[in-house]
């Protein structure tokens, strides 16, 4: 059939405005499903920090993260991505960051705009995940308002400003020190992470955790079973929180630096990151706890460079963190007396330093689309970055919190149970349950 | 109540309630972060009311 030049020409822009329109819904599709899998990290933190718990702090641990969760959202909409979006050179402020203002017209349905609501939703979940990794370890003696304003801190400012310096494809420490970090090893996991150190510092052991000549008491969690769930559960959000750290253009995949890379990249070393930290946590401690731990480990390991490695590597590269962060764990609790309930400081803050470090030295070379190729100088660099931005503010807001007394439950409240003392439910209300498993205060641990 | 920044959906971009006015938007920011702030030094009272009687 014989068409006329402009009937062609109707017919060909016809097709290049639907392959535009599909490739935008394509990009919508793809972050909000890696939105939703996200989701289960949080339903994995809530499940695995109720169970670390003693059965009389079970529901404060959960109600914690729940709190976290529900006030981060808005809070990341009001400066969050705001920040993100203005502090890639430093501390002045970018042109076009108005955009992220929660008064712009991006900020809201917008027919020209599919890319703002969806890229909200993503970070927001990351920004909860930062959270999450600090409240495991502040369990069973901080104050939920206290914790609920480190948690905004942290995942509304924080981790954001990080993420805006170096998980970003102007950010500083990329354009100035070549930093590649795909999967947001420095920016979630080491900020989190020392964050945390920073409040742990000033929040204290639990009552009972440590004997007077210096000795360690272990405070079991009275539900490992959920604790091992909840952690798979993370594992499982990972591969939405991974493949949230990819960007869709339609015509390819490539990382948030804007070099190419492809999804079998990342499904190649997310797998055996995971394998490697596993085998290798399950190697040092036959503990089915630090196990599941080290399936994280595993992948804050390798994920600088997902996109990469050798997967056979990955593997090695998260064995070795593997078998590592569980020490360094027992180091922070031997020698420097430091209660990190869920040993989140080893996995995600040093795991995090493992993975810029590891990256450095394997991965060197490597071209940048904008600045440097990647180096060890570099990613050493910016891995101490991460650590001085996640401690000093964890540590002078947690101080200033200890100073006005919102930091920690009182000692009375912190040995009946913060269950009972805060929380109007029951975790176990009518079950036959051994002592240990209720609120009895005449259940303690051995040096209360 | 007229929130409606648009009077037709031809060539219409963002569209949502008090889009066309930048001023009541960041009132309504305002009072959702005084909500959060209320809520949390709420949550602070409880917990102190709640640890007395430990």
């Known amino acids: 059939m014989e068409q006329s030049v402009p009937e062609l020409m109707a017919r060909l822009d016809s097709l290049e405005s639907s392959l535009a329109m599909a490739t935008t819904i394509n990009s919508e599709v793809f972050y909000w499903w890696c ?22 702090n079970a529901l404060a641990s959960g109600m914690k993260n729940l709190i976290a969760f529900a006030f981060l959202i808005p809070a990341f909409y009001y400066v969050g991505w705001w920040i993100y979006l203005a502090f890639p050179a430093g501390l002045s402020i970018a042109d076009g960051s108005e955009a992220g203002l929660p008064w712009s017209t991006n900020m809201g349905p917008n027919l020209t705009d599919n890319a703002s609501g969806i890229f909200y939703a993503a970070f927001t979940l990351f920004a909860a995940t930062t959270a999450s990794i600090m409240s495991g370890s502040v369990i069973e003696r901080i104050r939920i308002s206290g914790f609920t304003i480190l948690a905004l801190v942290l995942g509304a400012v924080v981790w954001i400003l990080g993420a805006s310096w170096g998980w970003h494809p102007d950010g500083w ?68 929180f991974l493949g949230g750290c990819i960007i869709y253009t339609g015509d390819m995949w490539t990382t948030i630096y804007n070099t190419p890379t492809t999804l079998s990249a990342f499904a190649f070393n997310t797998l ?101 190729e990647i180096s060890f100088v570099g990613q050493l660099s910016s891995a101490v970055v991460f650590m001085i931005l996640g401690f000093a503010p964890g540590y002078a807001l947690s101080y200033a919190l200890k100073v006005v007394g919102l930091l920690r439950v009182t000692e009375g409240a912190e040995i009946a149970g913060l269950d009972k003392a805060e929380v109007p439910a029951s975790a176990y209300p009518e079950s036959s349950v051994p002592a240990a498993f209720t609120n009895d205060p005449t259940s303690p641990t051995p040096a209360e | 109540m007229n929130t409606a920044p648009i009077t037709t959906w031809e060539g219409a971009e963002a569209y949502f309630t008090f889009a066309d006015k930048p001023v009541i938007l960041g009132l309504v920011t305002l009072v959702g972060i005084a909500v959060c702030v209320y809520t949390i030094a709420s949550m602070a009272i409880h917990e102190n009311k709640a640890y007395k009687n430990m």
Request: hydrophobic share 50%.
């Open chain 1, 35 to 56: 939105t939703a899998l996200m989701l289960a990290i949080h339903a994995g933190f809530l499940a695995y920090e109720m169970g670390a718990s003693r059965a009389k």
């Open chain 1, 272 to 372: 055996m990151g995971v394998a490697g930290g596993m085998i290798g946590a399950y190697l040092v401690t036959r503990d089915p706890f630090w196990m599941m731990s080290g399936a994280l480990i595993g992948v804050i390991s390798s994920a600088p460079a997902l996109d990469l490695y050798y997967p056979g590597f990955a593997f090695l590269v998260s064995f070795a963190g593997g078998c590592i962060m569980p020490k360094l764990n027992d180091i922070l609790v031997g020698k420097f007396k430091i209660d990190d309930a869920v040993g989140a400081v080893a996995v995600h803050g040093f795991g995090g330093v493992w993975g810029l470090i590891a990256s450095g030295i394997f991965a060197s070379g490597y071209p940048n689309i904008a600045g440097p």
């Open chain 1, 173 to 240: 420490l990329t354009t100035e020190w070549g930093l590649h970090d795909v999967g947001a090893a420095g920016c979630v996991h080491t900020v989190a992470g020392f964050f945390t150190l920073g409040v742990l510092i000033n929040l204290g052991p639990r009552i009972g955790r440590f004997n007077s000549d210096g000795t360690v008491n272990n405070i079991d969690g009275h539900n490992m079973p959920m604790s091992l769930i909840g952690l798979m559960l993370i594992v499982m959000g990972f591969f939405g």
